[in-house]
Structure formats: C-alpha cells, structure tokens
C-alpha cells in the first residue's frame, strides 16, 4: 500500500493545528518534504481548512512570535498564534530557534 503523498511546503504558506489554536507561517522549507509538519501529533492543515478556533484555557506549547527550526535547520516555521500541541517535523521535535546576537557597540 503506497505512503499518502506529503504536500510540499513554500515559504508563505499558512498551517493551522487540526485540533487546538496554532497557527504557523513557513519561512524556510526543505527542498524535499520529509515527512508532515504536525502539532500534537495531528498533521496541520492549510489554514483557510482550519477548524473553528478551540476555546482557550489551557498552558500554550507553541508562543506566538517564536521561531521554531527542526534539527537540521532546513524547516523554520513563524507561530503566527499560539495554542497546544508540540510542534514536529518528520517526527522529530521543532525547537524554539534561539535570538541572533546582536553586534556589540561601544
């Protein structure tokens, strides 16, 4: 049975979690997709596709204005909304990418 085709991703595009508030815009992406972006374990969607908006009162995983990189650093995603869910690439955890240090002056 062939694996479901993974769409590829372009910088620009919106994803939306299935299942919580997480909204994210792609900045950066692999020239070939390994796998789906998910967000607690449910592949995100486009976000015109997105379900209504689930009410909020719990922790948020993903903070908005963060950028979050996979491992390799192929991947950047920009949460454009916070919610629940970890956010994954190909299974594997999206980190918080770190501030670039700014140039000192003196």
């Known amino acids: 049975m062939p694996s479901p085709r993974i769409p590829a991703l372009r910088p620009g595009d919106q994803l939306a ?6 909204r994210v815009i792609v900045i950066r992406a692999p020239q ?11 592949p995100m969607v486009p976000a015109q596709d997105a379900p209504a908006a689930q009410p909020a009162g719990q922790t948020p995983d ?7 990189v996979d491992p390799a650093d192929t991947l950047e995603l920009l949460c454009t909304a916070s919610g629940t ?3 994954t690439y190909g299974g594997k955890p999206l980190a918080v990418k770190p501030p670039k240090a700014l140039p000192a002056s003196d």
Do not use: D, F
Not at 32 to 37: D, I, M, N, R
Not at 62 to 68: F, P
């Open 17 to 22: 979690s299935a299942t919580g508030t997480t």
């Open 32 to 42: 070939e997709v390994t796998g789906p972006v998910e967000c607690g374990g449910s």
């Open 85 to 87: 869910g970890h956010l």
């Open 62 to 68: 993903t903070l908005i204005g963060k950028r979050y």
